[in-house]
């Protein structure tokens, strides 16, 4: 299995999107897979428990509510964060389970400041997504999301420093991917990535 990690805006998504169109890699994106789980009784029951009713809409989870919640409140970010890390690696393992040939990269943004790597068995490689930081500002105040509205300069500072700095990320890395370059040049690197995966698995 294979970790892969980055701060928001180093082109995390893409490296992961390259990695998916080989076949032999299955990727898993650890927000998406809560956001699923966001509709699961026990997962509702208990964010409602810790954030409140209020960011469940006619049983509908309200990212952006919850988001703006557990950004303002560090404890409540950090118990969230880790009852989330648990039950999605629990569910990631469960489809591992079924496919032990492939070559497993799980994408969690926040992999080394939740400790997910304690769930792994056999976590051997790390894959780190970097980027220059003008350039990751400029995608993440770019960005847009259906019904949701674009970042501020001060939410992405905010966030960012909730997130561990680019360079201690990179220091606990086993592959540095950096994405500041154009699309074809990083689906080169990426192509080279995965020669190395494969000979490492081999």
């Known amino acids: 299995m294979i970790g892969l990690t980055g701060n928001m805006g180093c082109g995390k998504s893409t490296v992961a999107e390259l990695l998916a169109k080989f076949p032999d890699v299955v990727v898993y994106n650890t927000d998406l897979i809560w956001r699923e789980m966001l509709n699961e009784r026990f ?3 208990y964010v409602r428990f810790l954030i409140g009713g ?5 049983g509908v989870p309200q990212i952006g ?8 409140d560090d404890e409540k970010r950090t118990t969230l964060e880790s009852f989330a ?5 629990a569910e990631i393992m469960f489809r591992v389970g079924k496919q032990p040939e492939k070559i497993h990269v799980i994408e969690n943004a ?6 997910a790597e304690k769930y792994f068995i056999d976590l051997r490689e790390i894959i780190v997504v970097a980027c220059d ?3 990751q500002l400029r995608r993440v105040l770019a960005r847009e999301i259906p019904g949701r509205p674009n970042l501020t300069r001060a939410q992405f500072d905010a966030r960012v420093a909730k997130q561990w700095p680019q360079e201690k990320k990179i220091a606990l890395a086993t592959h540095v991917i950096d994405t500041f370059c154009s699309l074809p ?3 080169r690197r990426v192509k080279d990535l995965h020669a190395q995966l494969v000979g490492e698995k081999s």
Do not use: Q
């Not at 509510?65 to 303002?72: H, L």
């Not at 890390?85 to 690696?89: D, I």
């Open 85 to 89: 890390a648990l039950h999605v690696m």
């Open 133 to 135: 930081e003008e350039e």
């Open 185 to 187: 040049e990083l689906e």
């Open 54 to 58: 209020h960011v469940y809409i006619d």
């Open 43 to 45: 997962v509702r029951d």
């Open 110 to 115: 926040i992999l080394f400041e939740v400790g």
């Open 65 to 72: 509510a919850i988001s703006e919640v557990i950004f303002a």
